[in-house]
Nanobody, 124 residues
Framework: QVQLVESGGGLVQAGGSLRLSCAAS?????????VAWFRQAPGKEREFVSA????????YYADSVKGRFTISKDNAKNTVYLQMNSLKPEDTAVYYC????????????????WGQGTQVTVSS
């Protein structure tokens, strides 16, 4: 069982930055996993933000965050990060970390494990 714990959310002004962390349970993440960030704003569906393959480090981004967000990983710490710069009010959402045994995908149904989420609020 993979356990994921997000942290790093908070309140920030537009144009500011935040770094989210997703810590996986010890030895839980292997080379067969990909890890992604999704987000869900009030009244909206959960949407893909970014993903990274654990073994090769290939990265993927939604068009809405390209050039502003960067996903990275620390294998030694079993942790995935999402650096968010130039934040906009429309980035306000609960951000979820998720893991899958398949290659990275934008489809939330392909992800088997989810964290509890962390709130990101961007004020205008």
């Amino acid at each position: 069982q993979v356990q994921l714990v997000e942290s790093g959310g908070g309140l920030v002004q537009a144009g500011g930055s935040l770094r989210l962390s997703c810590a996986a349970s010890r030895h839980a993440v292997s080379s067969s996993y990909a890890v992604a960030w999704f987000r869900q704003a009030p009244g909206k569906e959960r949407e893909f933000v970014s993903a990274i393959s654990w073994s090769r480090g290939n990265t993927y981004y939604a068009d809405s965050v390209k050039g502003r967000f960067t996903i990275s990983k620390d294998n030694a710490k079993n942790t995935v990060y999402l650096q968010m710069n130039s934040l906009k009010p429309e980035d306000t959402a609960v951000y979820y970390c998720a893991a899958t045994k398949t290659p990275p995908t934008t489809k939330r149904g392909e992800y088997d494990y989810w964290g509890q989420g962390t709130q990101v609020t961007v004020s205008s």
